[in-house]
C-alpha cells in the first residue's frame, strides 16, 4: 500500500469507519518500509481526537502475588516460582497516601490493583472507602480499580464510593486466552466487563502482546475492544518473567509493537490508548514514535516490574512538545 492508501484510510477512520478484519490485519502484515506512512496515518487520528495531550498512570499494587489464578504471563500466580515480594492487603491509609503521592507527582490516573480472583468482602470495603477519601480529596482526578472477577453488585459499590473506571483485561483473543489461562475464561473476563459497563463505569481493557498467539489473535482483541467501545486501553508487551511458564518468549520486535500500537489506535480511535508493560525494554530507537500514537502511558512502574520515575517521563513528554493532562 501508499502513503495515500493509509492517510485515506486515517481519515475514513476519523469520520467513523470501522476497519474490517482484512483491513486491521493488513496493518500488521505491512512490509516495514511502510511503517513511517502508517506512523503518519496513526498520528493524524490521534492529533484529531486528543491533539498533543498525554495522561499519567500510576499503578499501586495493593496486594501482591498469591493469587489462585494460573495466567501463565503473571508473577503474582501462587502457582509459579517466581522470587516477587508478595504481601497482604495495604490499610486504606496506605493505598490513599500513595494517591495522594501520585497525583502531586502529576499522575491523572490513579490504578487501585490487587492479585485476587476477584474482590472479597475486606478487599472491597478496603478499596471503596479508600476511594470514597481520594474523590472528596481529588474530584477531577480518575481513580481505576483492578480487583479480578466481579460479583453480581460488586461494580456498583465500586461506582457509589468513586471509582471512575474498571480495568480487566481481556488479554488476547478468546481462542488463544485458553493457552495461557485455565481457572478462568476469556468469557468470564468479558461478563466481568460487561457488568462494569453496566454499573456505569468506564471501561479500561487491553492485553498481552507476544504470549506465543498469532498475529489475527491481535487483530481479534483489537476488534473485540472496539466492539465493547472501551474508553481505556493498555497495550502491554509480554516481559518474560522469570520462573513463569512464558519466561523463554523472546520479546517482542520493536516494529511489531509499533505496528500493534497502530492497529489499536485505527480500530480503537477514540480509546486512550496506553503503552504499558515492556515498553521500555521492547522500544529503543523508535522510543519517541510511541506517543505519536498512544494518548497515555504507565509511570513509576508496574506491579512487580519498575519503569521510568514519573518526573523523568514528564520532562520527556514536555521537551517532545506534549501537554500533559493533570
Ligand atoms: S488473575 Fe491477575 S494477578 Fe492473578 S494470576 Fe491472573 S493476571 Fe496475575
Redesign the pocket.
Given at each position: 500500500m501508499n502513503k495515500n492508501y493509509w492517510l485515506s484510510l486515517s481519515k475514513q477512520v476519523i469520520n467513523g469507519y470501522r476497519l474490517s478484519k482484512e483491513e486491521a490485519l493488513s496493518i500488521l502484515t505491512s512490509p516495514d518500509n511502510e511503517i513511517e506512512y502508517l506512523l503518519e496515518a496513526a498520528e493524524e487520528i490521534r492529533y484529531h481526537f486528543f491533539g498533543n495531550k498525554v495522561r499519567i498512570h500510576v499503578l499501586k499494587n495493593a496486594k501482591s502475588g498469591k493469587?489462585?489464578?494460573?495466567?501463565k504471563?503473571?508473577s503474582?500466580?501462587i502457582r509459579f516460582n517466581t522470587a516477587i515480594p508478595t504481601y497482604d492487603l495495604e490499610t486504606i491509609e496506605e493505598i490513599v497516601s500513595s494517591a495522594e503521592k501520585a497525583y502531586e507527582n502529576g499522575a491523572y490516573t490513579y490504578c487501585i490493583v490487587t492479585?485476587?480472583?476477584g474482590p472479597n468482602t475486606k478487599v472491597l470495603q478496603t478499596v471503596t472507602k479508600a476511594a470514597e477519601i481520594i474523590k472528596q480529596k481529588y474530584p477531577t482526578k480518575k481513580i481505576c480499580a483492578s480487583l479480578?472477577l466481579l460479583k453480581e453488585g460488586q461494580a456498583e459499590k465500586l461506582k457509589e464510593s468513586g471509582v471512575d473506571r474498571y480495568n480487566h483485561n481481556l488479554e488476547s483473543s478468546e481462542s488463544f486466552y485458553s493457552n495461557v489461562?485455565t481457572t478462568h475464561s476469556w468469557q468470564d473476563r468479558l461478563k466481568t466487563v460487561l457488568r462494569a459497563k453496566k454499573a456505569g463505569l468506564e471501561i479500561c481493557c487491553g492485553g498481552i502482546i507476544g504470549m506465543g498467539e498469532e498475529i489475527v489473535d491481535r487483530v481479534y482483541l483489537a476488534l473485540s475492544l472496539s466492539k465493547l467501545n472501551v474508553e481505556s486501553i493498555p497495550v502491554n508487551f509480554l516481559d518474560p518473567r522469570p520462573g513463569t511458564p512464558l519466561d523463554t518468549l523472546p520479546l517482542v520486535e520493536e516494529e511489531v509493537a509499533l505496528k500493534t500500537l497502530i492497529l489499536f489506535r485505527f480500530t480503537n480511535p477514540k480509546a486512550d490508548i496506553r503503552a504499558s508493560a515492556g515498553r521500555e525494554k521492547v522500544f529503543n530507537k523508535r522510543r519517541t514514535d510511541i506517543i505519536k500514537v498512544a494518548t497515555s502511558i504507565f509511570s513509576s512502574g508496574y506491579l512487580t516490574t519498575c519503569g521510568n520515575p514519573i518526573e523523568k517521563d514528564i520532562d520527556n513528554l514536555t521537551k517532545s512538545g506534549f501537554e500533559i493532562v493533570v
Open positions: 493469587c489462585p489464578e494460573d495466567c504471563f503473571c503474582q500466580s492479585a485476587t480472583r479480578g489461562c
